[in-house]
């Protein structure tokens, strides 16, 4: 069994900057991520793979309307090539992904991939070790025990790193 200090579930926006957090705090951080990809909703399938659409169609708009204001002809028809547009939000999406799996190396947080969940308070398991083929990044273990934080004690190891907060008179 794995012991850390901060296990977080989820590795959308607010999972993976937390545990970027907690490590920079001296934790021992792992997260765990039931898809094989980490980024979340944002990454995968919401932000990022909608920006890179909209980027395309908006080139697609920019030539099919406004080129000839500024002096760009095109000779012949533009067409949208669906299959391109797709292929290129696909690398978009892992590049970024990719991006996140850096931040959890250089941070030295462990990523496991399976659906986390609590069996009590201080540990969490994580079924997928048993049923399908690990990736090389997945560390093998099928709990983790997360040794010392609780949420009350995580406030209160919050308050000991953390400088005191600011007064505003
Ligand atoms: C189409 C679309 C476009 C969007 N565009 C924008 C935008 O332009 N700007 C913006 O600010 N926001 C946008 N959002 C919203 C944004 O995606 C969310 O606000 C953000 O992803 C929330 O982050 P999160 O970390 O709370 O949750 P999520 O990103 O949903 O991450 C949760 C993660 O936890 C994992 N998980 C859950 N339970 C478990 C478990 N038990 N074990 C293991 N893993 C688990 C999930 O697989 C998931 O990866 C968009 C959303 C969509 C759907």
């Known amino acids: 069994m794995s012991k850390y200090d901060v296990v977080v579930i989820g590795s959308g926006p607010g999972g993976y900057v937390a545990a970027i957090r907690c490590a ?7 997260i765990i991520e039931k898809y094989d990809t980490l980024g979340g909703t944002c990454l995968n399938v919401g932000c990022i793979p909608s920006k890179a659409m909209l980027d395309s169609s908006h ?12 002096g760009i002809d095109i000779k012949g028809t533009v067409n949208p090539n669906l299959e391109q547009m797709i292929a290129r939000k696909a690398e978009v999406v892992s590049q ?51 040794n010392r934080i609780t949420f009350q004690e995580w406030n209160q190891t919050k308050r000991e790193l953390l400088p005191p907060p600011r007064r505003w008179n």
């Not at 080139?59 to 099919?64: C, F, I, P, R, V």
């Open 96 to 146: 970024t992904c990719s991006g996140i799996d850096f931040l959890m190396d250089k941070n030295k947080i462990d990523v496991h991939h399976g659906m986390g969940s609590f069996v009590d308070k201080n540990t969490i398991k994580n079924p997928r070790t048993e049923k399908k083929p690990l990736s090389k990044r997945t560390k093998l273990s099928l709990q983790l025990e997360v």
């Open 24 to 30: 920079q705090l001296g934790m021992k951080t792992a």
């Open 59 to 70: 080139h697609y708009h920019e030539a099919t309307h406004n080129f000839t204001k500024h």
